[in-house]
């Protein structure tokens, strides 16, 4: 058996949470094509970093030192299929239905007695896409951390009655139990949910607008921004969704013209996969944002994050047409940072992202541009 530390020049051993970590520059004349360090690398129980270095091969040797924790997996099935309840009727009441059937209870409350089959399925347009692209974000997370041998919760659902969460849910999210060791590993499991999420949700936001009632019905406009034309019914009241420029450009190309769009319900799903992966692309320390920037900037990404808590503050003032939810986003960041927009350091910060990394984490900038909505919503 090869043993590593009889392949190293010199290096360290360090270890973070239930890691532990070997970083250190290979023995002259070795890299990572030489036999020994391949025999290496095959039986080593964790996964490996490699680059080039001034003295040689430098090598990142990570392992877990105690076993994963026992997943409860009947718990995530569970919210999952609450979750898919939930959703599914607030989609039926987003095409003015009542998927439930009430009847008095006690102290006056109207209790649901029976769910009514044909208008439950109405409300499947919205959950069953709405519920894919969570997930496909969630499975994002959780596949690259498993490929780098992490452990890693599967994805927590998180259903909502409508009176608590119109769309049926608050969301969802995995338990990431080990450390990000360097930017490479910061950049990969940061970057996979969005970019899971924005693939899943334009192919379904072409669609859903194709689908969309043109109405001859014109938005209401305050401030500095034009009006959107998207608009969906809940309970009979109107809601205003605004536009990104993907979304008005997409809108324009397959939509039919008019003043206003009723969107159909796979649109509305779609449009809300692409806010979420708006709202995790916020530069903001533990948001899939903070994790991207901090990986391509370094410690850039802190005036970074300083910069674009101004910006949502600037535009959560309703004086001006604003959205008070960007206030909300910028509050909830800061509880997720402990209070923190600078994201926190990694173990190993001089690892250095290869280009293909370095043109994701950019492709992630990108979108989150072409997927920012001034004003998400006016009632």
């Not at 990142?60 to 009727?89: K, M, N, Q, S």
């Not at 949502?312 to 003032?317: D, E, N, R």
Request: one cysteine or more.
């Amino acid at each position: 058996m090869v043993e590593w530390m009889d392949l190293f020049a010199t290096y360290e051993v360090a270890r973070v949470r239930h890691d532990e970590v070997v970083r250190g520059t290979l023995s002259p004349g070795l890299n990572t094509h030489s036999p020994a360090v391949r025999a290496l690398l095959r039986q080593w129980p964790g996964t490996h970093f490699t680059q080039a270095g001034p003295g040689g091969t430098e090598l990142t040797l990570i392992r877990r030192l105690v076993p994963e924790a026992r997943e409860r997996w009947w718990v995530h099935l569970l919210l999952f299929v609450l979750a898919g309840v939930t959703t599914t009727l607030a989609g039926a009441h987003f095409l003015g239905r009542d998927a439930l059937e009430y009847a008095p209870g006690p102290w006056g409350l109207e209790l649901p007695v029976r769910v009514l089959p044909a208008e439950f399925a109405l409300g499947l347009y919205f959950s069953v896409p709405l519920l894919l692209i969570l997930l496909g974000h969630e499975l994002g997370h959780y596949l690259v951390a498993r490929r780098h041998r992490m452990d890693v919760s599967p994805p927590y659902f998180a259903p909502a009655p409508h009176m608590l969460s119109v769309i049926g849910t608050l969301g969802a999210f995995i338990r990431l139990r080990s450390a990000l060791i360097n930017r490479a590993m910061l950049l990969d499991v940061g970057a996979a949910g969005p970019l899971a999420s924005f693939a899943l949700s334009v192919p379904l936001l072409v669609l859903g607008l194709s689908w969309s009632r043109p109405l001859a019905l014109a938005a209401p406009s305050e401030g500095p921004f034009p009006a959107s034309r998207l608009m969906v019914l809940f309970d009979g009241q109107p809601i205003w969704l605004g536009d990104s420029l993907l979304i008005h450009g997409l809108a324009k190309l397959v939509a039919a013209p008019a003043p206003t769009l009723w969107l159909h319900p796979l649109a509305l799903a779609a449009w809300l996969g692409l806010f979420v992966t708006t709202l995790n692309l916020l530069p903001f320390s533990q948001l899939d944002g903070g994790h991207v920037l901090y990986a391509l900037l370094g410690h850039g990404q802190r005036v970074v994050g300083i910069v674009g808590l101004g910006v949502l503050l600037v535009m959560g003032k309703g004086s001006w047409g604003g959205w008070w939810g960007w206030w909300l986003g910028g509050g909830v960041a800061l509880l997720l940072g402990r209070g923190r927009v600078a994201h926190p350091p990694v173990l190993d910060p001089d690892f250095r992202l290869n280009p293909a990394r370095r043109a994701v984490g950019w492709a992630c900038v990108v979108i989150l541009v072409l997927t920012f909505v001034p004003v998400p919503i006016r009632l």
